[in-house]
């Protein structure tokens, strides 16, 4: 399947994420060139099981 997303917000690139595990060809469309500022200031521990991302040690409290 084809799929094209809107926005590379944080829905926008969860959804990609869990599009592209599904298989699927995925294209993110964003107006922006750059993001000039963060979407929170921090995420929750359970977000790093589903993300194949891993925080350095002194960043995890």
Known sequence: MRIII???GPAGLSAAYFGLKSGNEVLV????RNYDKLCGEGVFKDVFDIVPLKPKPPIVS
């Open 29 to 32: 469309l964003e107006r922006k």
């Open 6 to 8: 809107i926005g590379a």
